[in-house]
């Protein structure tokens, strides 16, 4: 039996890789606090690879951050490029876990990820346009995993879920509608998601001055999906009765 404060069993590195062929779903607002998340809760050595090559706002993001002393709990590099892999490869030893935020639209990028990485997270918003991508992205990913000697784990994150809660149940159609489209087509989903606050999209577009806070130090819902996501690695415990 496992307990969510049993230890940690991780790869070395752990290699998460976010992606979605599409744009805009929060792949880079989740490499952040899933990142934050990994060094402030596990206390670990963690890089993002921003592999987007169309618009590289985990860059410029960190930038803005550091540029404003902000002192920001992982390290980050920008590797658009087909050879991301190699630069996994190159920084394993260095880190515990590596998250690669591969942009949309580049399946070379994305598909060159997905052979040196142990979980996938597939993410989307509620919106019918982009879980129709899923599949897609999906398939890209198996097509990658066949040449790759490891296992990977897919699960799917949904993104800017729209809330409206009745007796603790968050009872939004398009919610519901979508995660039952995803559950009935086999995906395994996050039980967590993050809501569509403006919050997360004041900590990724909000201009950071002096004095100015650590937008990400607040993990918000990533907390739980994060537990989520590492859930797997928890080292079995007995409990005896
Ligand atoms: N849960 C959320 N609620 C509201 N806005 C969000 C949420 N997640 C992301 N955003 C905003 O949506 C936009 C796209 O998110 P981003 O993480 O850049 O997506 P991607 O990397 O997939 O293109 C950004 O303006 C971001 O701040
Ligand atoms: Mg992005």
Request: glycine share 6%.
């Amino acid at each position: 039996m496992t307990n969510s404060l049993a230890p940690l069993d991780l790869p070395k590195p752990l290699v998460v890789t976010l992606g979605n062929l599409k744009g805009g779903v929060g792949k880079t607002t989740s490499a952040f606090f899933l990142a934050s998340y990994f060094s402030s809760v596990h206390d670990l050595r963690v890089l993002v690879i921003d592999a987007d090559p169309l618009s590289q706002t985990g860059y410029s993001w960190y930038r803005r951050l550091t540029h404003a002393d902000i002192e920001v709990p992982f390290d980050l590099i920008a590797f658009p490029s087909r050879h991301v892999d190699d630069c996994i490869k190159d920084n394993s030893a260095t880190y515990d876990v590596i998250i690669v935020d591969a942009g949309g639209e580049s399946a070379d990028i994305f598909k060159a990820a997905i052979p040196e990485s142990d979980e996938l997270v597939l993410i989307t918003s509620v919106s019918p346009s982009e879980v129709k991508r899923v599949p897609s992205t999906y398939q890209a990913a198996e097509e990658a995993a066949a040449h790759s000697s490891r296992a990977i784990r897919v699960r799917v994150l949904m993104t800017k879920v729209p809330v409206t809660m009745k007796k603790g149940v968050n009872i939004s159609t398009e919610y519901r509608t979508q995660r039952g489209n995803l559950e009935d087509a086999g995906y395994e989903v996050f039980e967590s998601y993050s809501s569509v606050w403006k919050w997360y999209r004041e900590a990724a577009d909000g201009e950071v001055g002096d004095g100015a806070e650590n937008p990400i130090e607040d993990l918000g819902e990533y907390r739980q999906i994060g537990d989520e996501l590492v859930a797997p690695y928890r080292v079995a415990l007995e409990v005896s009765a």
